[in-house]
Every structure is written in C-alpha cells, then in structure tokens.
C-alpha cells in the first residue's frame, strides 16, 4: 500500500480521497489555486502545493505543476478525484513516465472511452446495444445536419470528449440546428480542448441509468450494480438513487453484465462507471425497459456514495488497494444491495431564474444530524444521513469552478424510508449569503413523479407548476416571524429589567410600530401594537392576529392568526437593507426588512441598462451598437462555473453601447449594455 499520495483536484472530492487515505495510514498531499488558498481540502491534507492561479488552466490544469508537486513531496501515486485531469490520457501517461501511480484506469482505457464517438463503435464491436445516431470522425457543417434530419427530431448533439453535460444540445428541428452546433462547439472546446460532436435519436421518456464497474490487474472484473440518475436540469444530475427503482434482477444483470463487456473491452482497471439510456414506454414497466449505451465516464463519479451505501463498501479503498496491485477485495457472487439510498447535490443556484449559478460567502452553513461515521471528517459509508462536502461556514463560492456546495446522501431500509430521511434532513440545511437549490430539491421529492418512481429525464419539466416559485410560509407568517425575531433580539441585547423589555407592557395606553418588508417583490407593512395588557397584536396586510412566541434553542416558536411554526431566523446585510432567512419545517423563505430613512430621497434609474443576472466571463456579443432588437433576441453569452448562459433582450429597442468585451470578467448586476426600449 502507498505511504503518500498527490489528490489533484480540490473541494468535496479532495477531502473524501483524504478521509479513506487518514483511515488507511496514508499521508496526502493537497494542490490548491490563489482562490483556494484557505479551502478545507488544503486544510485536510497532510502537506499542500500551491500550483498556480484562480482559472483551472492556471492550476488545476497544469499537469506539470502537479507532477513537480508529487515530486517535490516524495508522493507515490496520484489520485485525480473527478473533472479536471481524472479522464486524461496524457496526465495518466505522464504519471507513468514520472514513476508515478496513477489512481485510475491505463491511459490506454480513458482513451478509447474518451471519445464518444470512437467508444461507441467499440461498443457495437463488443456487442453492446447503441441509441441510433452517428458517430463518425467527420464533422463538416452540412454532413453532420443531414444525419440529424436522417435520425429525425428531436436529435441530441453531444461534445464527443464531453461530460458533466456541458457541449450537449436537444435539437428539436432542422431550423435550430446550426445554432446549437455553433454553441455545442463553443462550450466543447472551452470545456475539453475538444469541439468534435456526435448525432444521437433522442430518446423518448428516457431513464438515464448508470452501473458502477469496478476491475483490478489480476483480470477480475465486477459491477457493484445501478444507480438512477434520471432526475437532471441541463442535462446535469440533480437527485441520484441506488438501486433503479422497478429494476428486475434479470435486467439488472443483463446491464451489469453488459457494463462488465464494456469494461473488459478496454481492459478497465480501477473504478468506472457505463452509462445507459433507458427508453421505456411506461412507467414502473420494467418488461417494456430498453437499454442502450452511452458513455463510459473513467473515474469514480459524483454519486458514488449512494453505491457505497447500499454494498456497505468503500470505494475509495478499493481505488487505492487496486492501485497497489491488490486483487478485488469481493467477487460479483459476493455482492449483495442493501435497502436504499438517495444523494442530493445542494448546488449554489437559482432554479427560479433558470438556475443561474450565484457565488457568495456561506456566511450560515449549518448542517443535517449525521449518524455516527467510520471515515474521519465525513459522515459515513452506509450512515443513515452523510454529508459529504469542501466548504466551511465562512467560506466562499467562487465563480471559478463548479456550483456544488455539498452532496448530502441518506440511506434507509426502503426506497419511502430514504425519501422521508432526505426530506427531513433538506428541511435541517441552513444556508444564507448565497442562492441555493436546497428548498428545490424539497420539492422535487414531494413531487407525485418522484415519490412514486415515476421518473425520466423530463421530471422537472413535467412537474414544472409543482417545481418553481414555490412559497412555503406565506407573507402573514414569514412576517410575523421576523418581527418575534426581532423583538427577542432586542430582549436579549438590552436586558430584562421593565424600563427596557418590549413586551409590550404600558404604564397607560398604547404604542405601534411600523415594519416595512419587500416580500416577493411587492412592499408591504406589518403594525405591531404593544397593548396595555402586554399582549402583541399585529396586523400583516390585512390578517391579522394576536403574536406570541417563545425561545426552544436557538428556534422561535411563533403563533400568528391561527399558525404555528418553530423557526429559526438569520440576518443578511444587503446594502441598506437586511434580508431575513426565514426556515421552518414546511420550507424556508426570505423577505427584505426595509430601512425607511436610508432610502430617503433616493431616486430609482430609469430603464436602459441590462446587467449581468451572475459572475462569469462575457463569451460573446451578438449585437453592435446601433442595433434594433426584438423581445427574446439574444443579445450575449456569459460563462459561469464552466456552463454557458444566454441573455436575452428583455423587450423591443436598440442597442446604445457595449460596456464590455469578449473575455471580460463581469460581477453580478454589472451593466453589460445600455438598451434604449
């Protein structure tokens, strides 16, 4: 076994690596950017190597400062986590010719996989069932639109060296296709070095369903049976579950023995995942399932976690014993699935606003009950709750990598079981300072398609109206519970002697007072009355109701007008304002505490202006000044947290300046163009 290994990548995937190398008896090295000089995987690790600048081309990227790292510290092996250089043949190459172990497949494994295109036709030699498309090397303009109209429409064009959904667009006909090809492209050769596409049918009411692989260098090859990763937004999983839900064991053998042909074709060493789409004419009819191949991702992906608890296995073990020339610690006769699990990734982003990527400090990160754990600084392999994360309260979520701020994953005896455990632990979650799909994925699992397995890759969409701008509280409550916040702040900062308490208590009469919000948008006022019997009386719009509340912890218990609720609320600065972070068991909601005075003869700017809706780089313009543009007419790209975003002229006018260039780095709500509508 290895006595020091390199992990080149950073965040959740740095200090999982580093938790199973600490329970093993091995020493790590972490390599970090200038953005990540404070993170916690730097803090984890036994040594750190600064390797360079914020950009992943800077740092992360820069094989041969990662090399010079592992060099420089006496590491044996390298681990490459997932993204960056985990499916790179040339950094697995370099390790080798560096007397480096790589942790991972033979360079000669990631190659043949790593190309979409060439992996499948070594898949139809294999005898592994392909989606109709094409797959060919060349990638003239007209030929590749011809083999879209031949498949037909709805057709799929993928990045041929992508991943992670990024280079990937639904082409719904012939008229859109060009336009896709140009942005596939783009966002492919930015994200891989690599603009080459493929063509693929469409699939119709498809499952995307993934079998973990796992081979050594003894020829022993095994699947540690399926995962479904149906439920995605841009064609990047949200919610991942094992095993498959109305999976038959003749067909998860079929697949998994299907994965085992796939791998063994490349002489797969190492921990791998192939991927299938699942067409299926019904829901929960696992007979009408058909399965085709996909891709094989060369790495230990994102949801692996949820295998881990269902086999009680580590997989990270198995990485690092097969990687030292160890057997497979089981054979296939030897698995066995235990009960369920679900990992949901808590990303920072908007889904109300087309889940736009946000970045900002985590100025509350307050976490789920765990159960007890066998990794040290992780939650567990088969815990009921686990929590697998990078970041720290006081952190920061920078625009330079990817949005996922943690992976929260729970187990149970059944499929109902782990959905309630992930219900509840979602509603524990406490994030403020940045925008994240937290209460989303809530909803997502309340959802009837969800919670009775009903599940393609179109759940969102079809469940849209149940999905988005969804307000769990309501005005009346979320108000209230401000105003006890409030009110027992005060208490506490002041003392509890009569002559400073505001309980309400009065020598004669009454006094009120006036609190201003912005809930949702619209300015609204609550009128609290401290009455002569010390009761609270409060109007909210027009309900209105007696307040009481009382401390449990560090949670209020709040009545209002016939509601009740245990909540805890935090308090985030925004300019003049404050924002409330109101979270309660039923969800959790914000609303805006307006400072009257230090609004005062402020004057609101006209229209004209559109700024940038997050942090990124500006891509592209497609408009000059002088321009006429029509409502909906692009107007600019913006890349953030590697995926491309689209603005969109908000109405009819013209376009007056560009107030940036293309490469520009822009901060959210910067004016990237005046627009006279």
């Known amino acids: 076994m290895f006595k020091k290994i390199l992990i080149a990548n950073r965040g959740e995937i740095a200090c999982r690596v580093a938790a199973t190398a600490r329970k093993l008896g091995i020493k790590t090295v972490a390599v970090y950017s200038d953005a990540d000089a404070q993170a916690n995987h730097v803090q984890v690790c036994d040594e750190a190597v600064h390797i360079g600048g914020s950009e992943p081309k800077d740092s992360y990227l820069r094989w041969e400062r990662i090399l010079q790292a592992a060099k420089d510290t006496g590491a044996q092996a390298v681990h490459p986590g997932y993204g960056f250089l985990s499916e790179n043949e040339d950094f697995a190459n370099a390790c080798a010719a560096a007397g480096l172990v790589f942790i991972g497949p033979p360079a000669s494994a990631i190659q043949a ?74 966002e492919a050769i930015n994200s891989f070095g690599d603009d080459a596409v493929l063509i693929e049918k469409y699939v119709q009411r498809p499952r995307h369903i993934e079998i973990q692989v796992f081979g050594d260098t003894h020829g022993n090859c095994v699947y540690l049976f399926e995962r479904d990763c149906s439920v995605q937004r841009r064609h990047q999983k949200v919610l991942e579950e094992a095993p498959a839900p109305g999976m038959t064991e003749s067909l998860r053998q ?25 067409e299926q004419t019904g829901y929960n009819s696992p007979e009408s399932m058909k399965f085709f191949f996909m891709e094989m991702n060369t790495r230990l992906q994102v949801e692996h976690p949820v295998t881990e608890a269902i086999t009680g296995l580590d997989l990270v073990e198995w990485q690092l014993r097969v990687a030292s020339g160890e057997p497979l610690p089981m054979q296939q006769s030897d698995l066995r699935i235990h009960g369920h699990a679900i990992e949901a990734r808590i990303c920072a982003e908007n889904p109300d606003n087309n889940f736009l990527p946000a970045t900002g400090t985590l100025q509350v990160y307050r976490k789920p009950v765990c159960s007890s ?223 009257s005075l230090a609004h005062a003869g402020e004057v609101q700017e006209a229209g004209g202006r559109l700024t940038a809706p997050m942090p990124g780089k500006v891509v592209s313009f497609a408009v000059a000044a002088g ?51």
């Open 113 to 186: 996989m790593g190309l979409k295109a060439a992996s499948k036709q070594l898949m139809e030699k294999a005898g592994v069932p392909l989606v109709p498309g094409y797959h060919g090397a060349d990638q003239d303009l007209a030929l590749l639109k011809r083999e879209a109209d031949r498949i037909g429409y709805p057709a799929l064009i993928k990045a041929s060296a992508g991943g992670g959904g990024k280079g990937m667009r639904v082409v719904n006909s012939s008229a859109e296709f060009a336009d896709a090809l140009a942005s596939c492209k783009r």
């Open 254 to 278: 079929q697949m998994g023995e299907a994965a085992v042909a796939a791998a063994k074709a490349v002489n797969y060493v190492g921990a791998g995942t192939v991927e299938f789409i699942v």
């Open 373 to 595: 754990f066998e990794i040290p600084n992780t939650s567990g392999i088969g815990a009921e709750v686990r929590i697998d994360d990078g970041v720290r309260e006081g952190d920061s979520i920078s625009p330079f990598y990817d949005s996922m701020v943690a992976k929260l994953i729970v187990h149970g005896d059944t499929r109902e079981q782990a959905l309630a455990r992930l219900d509840e632990a979602l509603s524990q979650t406490r994030i403020v300072g940045l925008t994240t799909n937290v209460q989303f994925l809530r909803h997502i699992i309340r959802t009837d398609s969800f919670a009775t397995a009903k599940l393609d890759t179109a759940l969102i969409q079809r469940e849209e109206k149940a999905l988005f701008e969804q307000e769990p509280l309501g005005l009346a409550l979320t108000a209230a519970s401000v105003v006890a916040n409030t009110l027992h702040r005060e208490a506490a900062l002041k003392g509890h002697d009569p002559f400073s308490s505001r309980d309400g208590w009065r020598a004669y009469g009454v006094a009120k007072r006036t609190f201003s919000f912005v809930f949702h948008g619209e300015a609204h006022t609550a009128v609290l009355t401290y009455a002569h019997d010390c009761s609270l009386p409060l109007q909210v719009g027009e309900v209105q109701g007696e307040l009481s509340y009382r401390e449990d912890g560090d949670a209020l218990h709040i009545s209002f007008a016939g509601q009740l609720a245990r909540v805890q609320v935090f308090h985030e600065a925004q300019g003049h304002d404050d924002v409330a972070h109101v979270f309660a068991p039923q969800g959790a909601t914000r609303i805006t505490v307006v400072d």
């Open 627 to 677: 321009d006429k543009v029509k409502a909906g007419q692009p107007l600019a790209v913006m890349e953030a947290m590697k995926m491309e975003h689209t603005i969109a002229a908000p109405a009819d006018g013209e376009v007056l300046e560009l107030l940036y260039a293309p490469g520009d780095q822009v901060a959210e709500g910067e004016e990237l163009l005046k627009l006279k509508v």
